[in-house]
């Protein structure tokens, strides 16, 4: 890894992830030529209103790798458009340099090389210098988290999210919404939320029962904020008893309730809003969509579907504002509000280069004794790896490989599925594995790894619903995350098909021979989202597969054949 010296002066400023109404001025900041912690953290300060947005976290405390998608395909409306364009086309989109700073934290090209150079990113100490950087400038600034915050590492399972839940409050936010904080269960989420010391927002969370807004979490609140009132509403993830186990929750009710959006914007305006903020789990193209149906909203701060985007996407007269995830980025964005209404907007998205910004010291104190008690746990090695491991794309990454493996040999199964889960870091060839990587990519409360029997049929039954979860052409049937990762069968798939139609060619890849739509088949996977669930835990699972393997090296995933892409 270079030094922070060296690291100054290479080429193209990250301070070019700057968009002023929608636009940037790429051109003249890329040439620049330098990266220090006051560029990437340089803003010429607007209008009268700051926000600050994070989200999709999942428990990294700590800098980590991490590699955008190669493969992020658009259906629909939203075929080849932002953020369904990956690599070369994105670079080209935005005007980002091959190899620079700007590439290296947006596409995944030459990965692996870049993050040599150019270190790891995130770390909630990096983020609360950058936070802390923006509240000096504007010392009313907003900071808003957008869910996915309290999982998806050791520590937050072991303690339940109270790691993330103390080290975020040490950040300060205003205000927050939901997803896999609902995992934890009802009881340990209710106990979180009665005691945070900001608003837990989601308009669309009802009590299952009587199918009203639920108590504990407000629809919006107000904030009098540079001689205007903002108002902030909530929008928790619309299908967390499809995508999550609602046994986990079943007092609560979600759904996107377009309908109720829409009265909460109208209650607000009629309040005296003058500016209306949406902070959001929906998913970038759920938002497009609701942008276009539901009126009066100024900003939607988009979270879920992880998309980093460099400039806001308007939808009529809302701005769609994607920062990213796994603490990777920190957006800021500058409003002119005036006369009751939105006048003028600027927005950076800022990597949080962790060999760049300086850690806040009190934030890196508290992440240092919030892990003190799992060190020894954390730090053991377990393997090496050889290949660059990733996950982060419509199929399966290098990641999802390595797990599918170790269920098809500790488990003894003819096929693996692994879920199309978006969160966790990346490691570089050359890298140890330790335990912290292992849980970093299979951290949940549901993690048994099954074993069972199922039908050809049925294995395609289950390929086709989780494919129109994926590649519906409307967004708002679009109810998972990624496309289940499959190991030891391929096939193949047009998204272009309609429901039950995009599966075919299905072959058990250790014989060569079709799948039989009425044969059985010994299958393992993990992440059930039925209660009862039984078999050894996944980390368990892959931990002992990597201790037997030593190093880690695999070879490139053709099982699955795309087309209409």
């Given at each position: 890894?270079?030094?922070?010296?060296?690291?100054?002066?290479?080429?193209?400023?990250?301070?070019?992830?700057?968009?002023?109404?929608?636009?940037?001025?790429?051109?003249?900041?890329?040439?620049?030529?330098?990266?220090?912690?006051?560029?990437?953290?340089?803003?010429?300060?607007?209008?009268?209103?700051?926000?600050?947005?994070?989200?999709?976290?999942?428990?990294?405390?700590?800098?980590?790798?991490?590699?955008?998608?190669?493969?992020?395909?658009?259906?629909?409306?939203?075929?080849?458009?932002?953020?369904?364009?990956?690599?070369?086309?994105?670079?080209?989109?935005?005007?980002?340099?091959?190899?620079?700073?700007?590439?290296?934290?947006?596409?995944?090209?030459?990965?692996?090389?870049?993050?040599?150079?150019?270190?790891?990113?995130?770390?909630?100490?990096?983020?609360?210098?950058?936070?802390?950087a923006i509240r000096a400038d504007r010392p009313?600034?907003?900071?808003?988290?957008?869910?996915?915050?309290?999982?998806?590492?050791?520590?937050?399972?072991?303690?339940?999210?109270?790691?993330?839940?103390?080290?975020?409050?040490?950040?300060?936010?205003?205000?927050?919404?939901?997803?896999?904080?609902?995992?934890?269960?009802?009881?340990?989420?209710?106990?979180?939320?009665?005691?945070?010391?900001?608003?837990?927002?989601?308009?669309?969370?009802?009590?299952?029962?009587?199918?009203?807004?639920?108590?504990?979490?407000?629809?919006?609140?107000?904030?009098?904020?540079?001689?205007?009132?903002?108002?902030?509403?909530?929008?928790?993830?619309?299908?967390?008893?499809?995508?999550?186990?609602?046994?986990?929750?079943?007092?609560?009710?979600?759904?996107?309730?377009?309908?109720?959006?829409?009265?909460?914007?109208?209650?607000?305006?009629?309040?005296?809003?003058?500016?209306?903020?949406?902070?959001?789990?929906?998913?970038?193209?759920?938002?497009?969509?609701?942008?276009?149906?539901?009126?009066?909203?100024?900003?939607?701060?988009?979270?879920?579907?992880?998309?980093?985007?460099?400039?806001?996407?308007?939808?009529?007269?809302?701005?769609?504002?994607?920062?990213?995830?796994?603490?990777?980025?920190?957006?800021?964005?500058?409003?002119?509000?005036?006369?009751?209404?939105?006048?003028?907007?600027?927005?950076?998205?800022?990597?949080?280069?962790?060999?760049?910004?300086?850690?806040?010291?009190?934030?890196?104190?508290?992440?240092?004794?919030?892990?003190?008690?799992?060190?020894?746990?954390?730090?053991?090695?377990?393997?090496?790896?050889?290949?660059?491991?990733?996950?982060?794309?419509?199929?399966?990454?290098?990641?999802?490989?390595?797990?599918?493996?170790?269920?098809?040999?500790?488990?003894?199964?003819?096929?693996?599925?692994?879920?199309?889960?978006?969160?966790?870091?990346?490691?570089?060839?050359?890298?140890?594995?330790?335990?912290?990587?292992?849980?970093?990519?299979?951290?949940?409360?549901?993690?048994?790894?099954?074993?069972?029997?199922?039908?050809?049929?049925?294995?395609?039954?289950?390929?086709?619903?989780?494919?129109?979860?994926?590649?519906?052409?409307?967004?708002?049937?679009?109810?998972?995350?990624?496309?289940?990762?499959?190991?030891?069968?391929?096939?193949?798939?047009?998204?272009?098909?309609?429901?039950?139609?995009?599966?075919?060619?299905?072959?058990?890849?250790?014989?060569?021979?079709?799948?039989?739509?009425?044969?059985?088949?010994?299958?393992?996977?993990?992440?059930?989202v039925n209660e009862g669930t039984e078999g050894?835990?996944?980390?368990?699972?892959?931990?002992?597969?990597?201790?037997?393997?030593?190093?880690?090296?695999?070879?490139?995933?053709?099982?699955?054949?795309?087309?209409?892409?």
């Amino acid at each position: 890894m270079i030094s922070r010296r060296d690291f100054l002066q290479v080429s193209m400023a990250a301070s070019a992830m700057v968009g002023a109404s929608g636009f940037g001025n790429w051109a003249r900041l890329a040439a620049q030529q330098s990266l220090t912690q006051d560029q990437l953290l340089e803003f010429d300060t607007f209008g009268n209103i700051s926000l600050i947005h994070v989200t999709d976290i999942h428990g990294q405390l700590k800098p980590v790798y991490f590699r955008e998608p190669s493969i992020n395909l658009g259906v629909g409306a939203n075929k080849g458009h932002v953020p369904h364009i990956t690599g070369a086309d994105f670079r080209k989109a935005y005007g980002i340099a091959d190899g620079s700073p700007s590439a290296y934290a947006l596409t995944h090209d030459d990965f692996a090389s870049l993050a040599k150079g150019y270190g790891r990113v995130g770390g909630l100490d990096r983020m609360a210098t950058i936070i802390n950087a923006i509240r000096a400038d504007r010392p009313d600034a907003l900071l808003f988290d957008g869910g996915d915050t309290w999982h998806g590492s050791y520590t937050c399972h072991h303690t339940a999210g109270q790691d993330m839940v103390n080290v975020m409050n040490a950040l300060k936010p205003d205000a927050m919404t939901f997803h896999w904080e609902f995992t934890l269960g009802s009881d340990r989420v209710n106990e979180i939320v009665e005691g945070l010391p900001f608003a837990a927002l989601g308009q669309n969370i009802f009590d299952a029962e009587w199918d009203e807004p639920a108590e504990l979490f407000k629809p919006y609140k107000f904030f009098e904020r540079g001689g205007a009132k903002v108002a902030v509403i909530g929008q928790a993830f619309p299908y967390m008893p499809i995508a999550n186990p609602g046994w986990m929750f079943p007092e609560y009710s979600f759904g996107i309730r377009d309908e109720n959006m829409q009265a909460m914007v109208d209650e607000v305006r009629a309040a005296g809003a003058d500016l209306v903020v949406v902070l959001s789990h929906n998913g970038f193209d759920v938002d497009k969509k609701m942008a276009g149906k539901v009126q009066g909203i100024d900003v939607i701060l988009s979270g879920h579907t992880h998309d980093a985007l460099p400039e806001p996407v308007l939808v009529g007269k809302t701005h769609i504002i994607a920062s990213g995830s796994n603490g990777k980025f920190v957006s800021r964005v500058d409003l002119d509000v005036r006369d009751g209404q939105l006048m003028g907007l600027r927005h950076k998205l800022i990597p949080v280069f962790s060999d760049v910004i300086a850690p806040d010291p009190a934030v890196a104190q508290l992440i240092e004794a919030e892990r003190a008690p799992f060190k020894d746990q954390l730090a053991e090695v377990i393997g090496q790896t050889d290949t660059l491991l990733y996950r982060r794309g419509n199929f399966n990454g290098t990641w999802d490989d390595l797990i599918c493996d170790a269920l098809l040999s500790e488990r003894e199964a003819d096929i693996a599925m692994s879920p199309g889960v978006r969160w966790g870091p990346s490691l570089v060839p050359g890298d140890d594995i330790t335990r912290e990587d292992i849980w970093n990519v299979t951290s949940m409360s549901y993690g048994a790894a099954y074993r069972s029997e199922m039908t050809g049929e049925f294995i395609k039954v289950i390929l086709e619903d989780v494919a129109d979860n994926i590649f519906n052409p409307d967004p708002y049937y679009q109810q998972g995350g990624d496309m289940v990762r499959i190991g030891g069968m391929g096939y193949r798939i047009d998204i272009t098909k309609p429901q039950g139609e995009r599966i075919s060619e299905m072959t058990l890849l250790k014989t060569g021979e079709a799948i039989d739509p009425a044969k059985s088949y010994v299958v393992a996977g993990w992440a059930s989202v039925n209660e009862g669930t039984e078999g050894p835990m996944i980390w368990d699972v892959v931990e002992d597969h990597i201790r037997k393997l030593g190093t880690v090296s695999l070879n490139p995933n053709t099982s699955v054949e795309v087309a209409g892409a």
